[in-house]
């Protein structure tokens, strides 16, 4: 059966697109063009796909069609019997191989239930999916590929509109130079590709690499009108593997070929820059090396440049099993052009309806008619740019920058003076004066183009400049790379050392490489060698980088954990020494509420006496030493019933230990036998009781004990931790040597002058690599406006996350030096308050990203009470935890007995599942998706249930975050401590939140503020971005606020002050009178 498909389209669901793009119109459209089967577009938005299965009937196999019901009447004899197949386009943008890559694919999917496997893996890889028909992943295509064959080997996947400068497979801006690049071991899945709007399949014979895969096209229509613009056709069984198949194998008895636009209408066929009105054959662009006259910045690439960089065929018909094709105009824009009217007008829409009507559809006038029907049909007129228009007799002016070309069959004039008549559709004779010379195959000289590179390339001189700081001099080996301080630091033998480490002076490099050069160079045994940090993420990262440099043994015998973590082990091995390890529980901040609840403390005095006893332990204070005589007696009552239970707190993870070393000598005197290096991370960040463990680990003034920190970047006195400590640390250790990083590989200068500036008292010894550009202050009328000019920041920066980006000029498709991923950005926040609103922003932007805050996901709900129905289950002994449970209702007696008859045999992963199917079915997708990612944190921790929930107990904000995800990443300030990105906004630089008053029971250390924001600001290696709006709505208020008086202390030489402002909207007669 012979028929028309057009498979790549949109629904109402996509930016940018037309209302009208729904299943009624585009039966109706598609019934009118002569199309029989069309592509539904968007099957991964959940709400497209409930309208699809709510207005869908089964066809043939794996085909679909409108229900009656829905139907739009068409009141003359057209094709009435259109069939749907289920696709979609998905926008991938990811780093690969040093480069960011933006491509687009189409999957078709032969039924419903694989396009709910297909959104459901999404969902649960915490993609969204709702925001924009056409989802923004932050994805690599190839990995996309394998989640797609993995809910079906049926799936059909189509690299899209492969030569688009900025989102496809071979674009100029953010391609690759082959499939086989893009897709690597999955290549040979690619059986086809989409050409595009901007070239056509003699433009890709020129490539013998593509010889291998079926040339498709397809409309991309964002309106139902643009329906067929470029399409394919068929002589195959009308089913979804007839028609698959014959785009898979290419057989030219079945697939016949495609019709397309002249690709030169298409507005990405040249070079050039749209704004300065320059438009550019490849050999003119190569001529002005890609630079635009006018505004001196690189020009936009286009198609045909692309494909002669690439192109390694001259003569074309070589190419083997070359499919027909056949350019066309749409049949409005050939009436437009006749009767000198726009293509939307009302006078062309009455022509083409009377054409339609007579001919059956508009292909039959294109393409199937003979030139004399068509002369019976529109007039000799019409009849004669049909003819012109299939012979290629065609003028040209070239699309380019985002702005469409046009194609005309007629001279200026010339359509008028060819005929006496007037009327279009009067069926009059005349002479025809002028003929074109037909349009070749290829509007362009390759071999000139050729020649030209190759002259340039032997004439270019590069220049290679570097400017490595001085390596260290005994550097060789595992010291290689070290500079001469980090070296001198990371080769210190025997007795205590402090290393004064800046932002981004290499400190964990420092520290790793110390391990290794104690164990490999000095032959210390690696089990008595304990290297502490502060969250799980930075001992991930430290053992990391050992396993690059120690083998797997030595490694294995190192002690790398957190303060609590190893507090936990002391426990451990304490109760399993007394025979108590059955009995012990660990429990968390709701149990321990639950614990003063009973105690006859007042509820709305259970936080706030929470947070006294968290103090009284951090403090190592005895009853005896607490002021307040009934919060002494609270506190002693809360111990008593911890022991009596062999219950602990997460506080007592610390202090415990501490007591422990204080009442049995002999057991601290164990450890500090086996414990013979001490090597902390952040030591700025400790707090009395860390410090005092410490202290009592390496008493002696030679102990060897390595610390490094940054007394500018103490920043968490609200958990008790205090810079003293690290300022006290030469009068602890005589001895102790002194080692400055002074060479920061992160910063520019600007960037550690400016935040220097905030502080009061930094210390001058840090300098960057490069001078780098100067920091922006923006001034924003409300918290949205500062929302909205981050996003589109970011948006203009990366150079767009879709062709509306491109379009509405949101974006040039420029991407900005040292910018190669959507994760090279954060978004840093004051308070976690401020972030639903640049959430919103950047959905609206079809920008993906990860929230990274203080508390992690899991203790989140409902994420938390599955944990916690769980640990119930596996120790039924917390009778604390029990009664929550059962006082709130997340479970009952019944239920709990169930679940332990049921849960045995199976994998951890299998429990949270059960548990979650059978008590927590009424939660929404977004907490299944959330569920999602506990069961992959689970599948990680298979086999060792005790340490998984020691990592959900331990756990923080900064230990879920993803380095490797293609997202912005939006996090708290605090949250940012320890990492890097090349772009960096830190929005809310107000009084009120930076430094933080907005509550009088806020006790904010101004100095901590200053750090705080210091912090922040050393996050950025390339740029820094400072926003505040004037006007902010804040849990439930309105806050009419002031710059922070911080930003007054930067010198103003490095700063550049931007103001956005808001747009009048204009009333309705003021836009009328502009529209004439």
Sequence with gaps: MKFIGDFHIHSHYSIATSKELRPDFLDYWARLKGIKVVGTGDFTHPGWLKELKEQFEPAENGLFKVKQEYKKKIYFPVEDDVRFILTAEISNIYKKNEKIRKVHNVVFAPSFEVVEKIQNKLVNLGFNITSDGRPILGMDSRDLLELCLDCSEDIFFVPAHIWTPWFSVLGSKSGFDSVEECFEDLSPNIHAVETGLSTDPPMNWTCSFLDKYTLTSNSDAHSPEKLGRNANIFDTELSYKGIVYAMKTGNPDNFLGTIDFFPQEGKYHYDGHRKCGIRWSPLDTLQHDEICPVCGKKITVGVMNRIAQLADRDNIPERENRHLFYSLIPLKEILSELESVSPDSKKVAQHYEQLVRKAGSEFNILLHYDIEDVKTIGGELLSEAVRRMRNREVYIQEGFDGEFGVIKVFKDGESRNYTQSASLFEESGGEYHTKNNPCPLICFNLEAFRKLKQEKAETKAEAVESSIPELF????????????????????????????????????????????????????????????????????????????????????????????????????????????????????????????????????????????????????????????????????????????????????????????????????????????????????????????????????????????????????????????????????????????????????????????????????????????????????????????????????????????????????????????????????????????????????????????????????????????????????????????????????????????????????????????????????????????????????????????????????????????????????????????FSCVFIAGCEENLIPYSLFEKSRIDPDEERRLLYVGMTRAKNYLFLSYARRRFLMGKVYFQKRSFFLDQIEKELIEIQKQEIKKIAKKDEEQLKLF
């Excluded at 050992?546 to 957190?562: A, C, E, F």
Aim: hydrophobic share 35%; charged share 25%.
């Design 473 to 980: 001099s005994g550097g060789n080996g595992i010291l290689s790379g070290l500079n001469d301080e980090q070296g001198k630091a990371a080769t210190h033998y025997s007795g205590p050392a402090l290393i004064l480490a800046g932002p981004g002076t290499g400190k964990t490099k420092v520290l790793t490489t110390r391990i290794a050069y104690l164990i490999l160079n000095k032959n210390v045994n690696p089990d008595g060698i304990l290297a502490i940090t502060f969250t799980n993420k930075a001992a991930r990262e430290m053992r990391d980088r050992l396993s690059q440099l120690l083998d797997n043994q030595n490694l294995k015998r190192l002690r790398i954990s957190t303060f609590h973590a190893f507090g936990l082990s002391v426990i451990k091995e304490y109760l399993i020494n007394s025979g108590l390890q059955d009995k012990f529980t660990v429990i968390d901040e709701d149990d321990k509420k639950q614990i003063l609840s009973g105690l006859d403390v007042k509820k709305s005095n259970i936080t706030e006496t929470s947070e006294k006893i968290t103090e009284i332990k951090q403090t190592l204070k005895n009853e005896d030493e607490i002021d307040d005589r009934v919060l002494a007696g609270i506190f002693k009552k809360y111990n008593q019933t911890l022991r009596r239970s062999n219950i602990f707190d997460y506080d007592d993870l610390i202090s415990f230990p501490v007591q422990l070393f204080l009442k049995y000598p002999d057991i601290l005197s164990e450890y500090q036998k086996n414990i013979q290096w001490i090597l902390v991370d952040e030591y700025q960040d400790v707090n009395f009781s860390q410090y005092r463990l410490i202290r009592m680990l390496m008493p002696d003034p030679d102990s060897n004990l390595f610390v490094i920190g940054d007394p500018d970047q103490a920043i968490y006195g609200f958990r008790g931790a205090n810079v003293q400590y690290i300022q006290m640390f030469k009068d602890d250790y005589l001895y102790a040597s002194i080692f400055k990083l002074k060479k920061s590989y992160r910063c520019t200068d600007s960037i550690l002058r400016a935040s220097g500036n905030v502080l009061k008292e930094s210390r001058k010894f840090l300098e960057g690599l490069q001078k780098g550009v100067k920091i922006k202050i923006s001034e924003n009328v409300t918290d949205k406006s500062e929302a909205e000019f981050i996003a589109r920041t970011i948006e203009k920066m990366i150079g767009g996350v879709g062709f509306f980006s491109i379009d509405s000029q949101v974006a040039e498709g420029h991407i900005e030096e040292e910018i190669e991923s959507l994760s090279d950005f954060a978004v840093l926040c004051r308070i976690g308050k401020q972030m639903p609103v640049i959430e919103k922003a950047l959905k609206d932007h079809n920008i993906p990203y990860q929230k990274v805050g203080e508390n992690p996901f899991f203790r989140q709900e409902p994420v938390k009470s599955v944990l916690d129905v769980y640990r119930l289950v596996t120790n039924t002994g917390n009778i604390f935890l029990k009664e929550r449970l059962l006082k709130q209702k997340i479970i009952d007696e019944s239920s709990l007995a169930w679940l332990m008859g049921t849960i045995s045999g199976k994998t951890l992963a299998g429990k949270l599942e059960h548990i979650f199917n059978n008590h927590f079915q009424k939660y929404s997708e977004k907490n299944k998706y959330m569920l999602a990612r506990l069961i992959e944190i689970a599948k990680e921790y298979e086999g060792n249930e005790e340490d998984f929930l020691q990592h959900i107990l331990l756990g923080t904000g900064i230990d879920e975050w993803k380095s490797k995800i293609e997202a912005v990443n939006l996090m708290t300030l605090h949250a940012s401590k320890g990492l890097e």
